[in-house]
């Protein structure tokens, strides 16, 4: 699996961006999609993970209720939808895929095995 994020980018705060992930390769409905995020210094992070089927979503608490992970149906694309973005949010953010993944293990970085480049998110005023 190959991965690309896109749609980063520099916004104020309180403002909205949506990334992007493109998945090519073969893909599974088992595969788990995710968002994580790295800011300069710190430990990558987990954001959000979505089910392949796209039933099943989890999310940082960090951002509950502010961003939204989508996967549509026969699309091989995964989106982001940041909103009421805090400067706090600025970081890279790298979309991630893993197969077979039981849902305790969402969260962890390692338990992802492929990686798009990541994208840089600044929000600032």
């Known amino acids: 699996v190959q991965l690309q994020a896109s749609g980063g980018g520099l916004v104020q705060p309180g403002g909205s961006l949506r990334l992007s992930c493109e998945a090519s390769?073969?893909?599974?409905?088992?595969?788990?999609m995710a968002w994580f995020r790295q800011a300069p210094g710190r430990e990558r992070e987990f954001v959000a993970a979505?089910?392949?089927?796209?039933?099943?979503?989890l999310y940082a608490d960090s951002v509950k209720g502010r961003f939204t992970i989508s996967k549509p149906y026969a699309e091989k694309m995964v989106y982001l939808q940041m909103d009421s973005l805090k400067p706090e949010d600025t970081a890279v953010y790298y979309c991630?895929?893993?197969?077979?993944?039981?849902?305790?293990?969402?969260?962890?970085?390692?338990?992802?095995?492929?990686w798009g480049q990541g994208t840089q998110v600044t929000v600032s005023s």
């Open positions: 979505i089910r392949w089927s796209g039933s099943t979503t």
């Open positions: 991630a895929a893993a197969q077979l993944l039981t849902s305790a293990a969402w969260g962890l970085k390692g338990a992802y095995n492929y």
């Open positions: 390769g073969r893909t599974f409905s088992s595969h788990v």
